[in-house]
Every structure is written in structure tokens, then in C-alpha cells.
């Protein structure tokens, strides 16, 4: 079967095992224990995000194995990456916010995603800019 040399399904498959068997179990303890709940619901969270973290090395490897393909400046790709990364961060804490409560904090950590996304992809329009002004 196709394999990508980052995630492949089975990947998928474990991270929907380890979503669902939290949320089960969470929701088995959110009338008993409440607080409980929240804290299995997070450990569930943070278990996908390391175990995310620990095939980004074979993302990274992809990324690098096409740019030797196409002529991209590899702090482009750097960028991209961050921006990923950004916004993966922004939309998982402002989920676990949400679901804890507090949207207007969800909202306010969206908003600096937002931001940051758009600060961080400055150089890229800046180069765009450029490659259109030398074209004219």
C-alpha cells in the first residue's frame, strides 16, 4: 500500500483510537468526576500532538526530497513549516479552550495565530512582490 515517508494510515488509524478511547472514556467520567474528564480529554490531546511531533522528522525529509526537484529557497519551506506548525498550535489550544468553557479565549488565541500567520508570511509576499516588479 502507499506510504508517504512521514504519516501513513496506520498513523491515522492509531490517532482515531487514541481520540475516540479518550473521548469515551472522558465522557464515561464527566458525570461522576467532571474534572477528570477535562484532564483525560487534555492527556488524549497532548498524546496526539507528541506522537504528531515525532513523525515530523519524516515531513520534513519529504519537503527536503522534493526541493530537490523543484528550485525553491529552502527557507520558504522553513516558513511553510512554521506556518503549519502555527497554526496547529493556535487551532488545538483554542479548541481545548473552547471546550473547557472560555470561547472568548479561543478567540483572542485565534485572533495571534491569525497575526502571526500573517507576520511570518511577510518575506514570501515580499519576494512575490519583487518577482512581479521584474517582470514589468
Do not use: H, W
Request: proline content about 1%.
Amino acid at each position: 500500500y502507499f506510504r508517504c515517508k512521514g504519516l501513513m494510515i496506520m498513523d491515522m488509524i492509531k490517532v482515531a483510537v487514541i481520540g475516540t478511547i479518550g473521548s469515551l472514556l472522558a465522557l464515561a467520567l464527566k458525570s461522576a468526576k467532571g474534572e477528570f474528564s477535562t484532564y483525560i480529554n487534555l492527556s488524549a490531546c497532548v498524546l496526539i500532538m507528541l506522537y504528531l511531533a515525532a513523525r515530523l522528522s519524516g515531513i520534513v525529509s519529504q519537503l527536503e526530497f522534493m526541493t530537490e526537484y523543484v528550485d525553491i529557497d529552502s527557507d520558504y519551506i522553513m516558513i511553510m513549516l512554521k506556518m503549519a506548525g502555527l497554526t496547529y498550535i493556535a487551532e488545538f489550544s483554542s479548541s481545548l479552550c473552547r471546550d473547557m468553557g472560555y470561547s472568548a479565549l479561543a478567540v483572542q488565541i485565534e485572533n495571534f495565530g491569525k497575526l502571526s500567520l500573517l507576520f511570518l508570511s511577510c518575506p514570501i509576499v515580499v519576494r512575490l512582490l519583487e518577482m512581479v516588479g521584474e517582470m514589468l
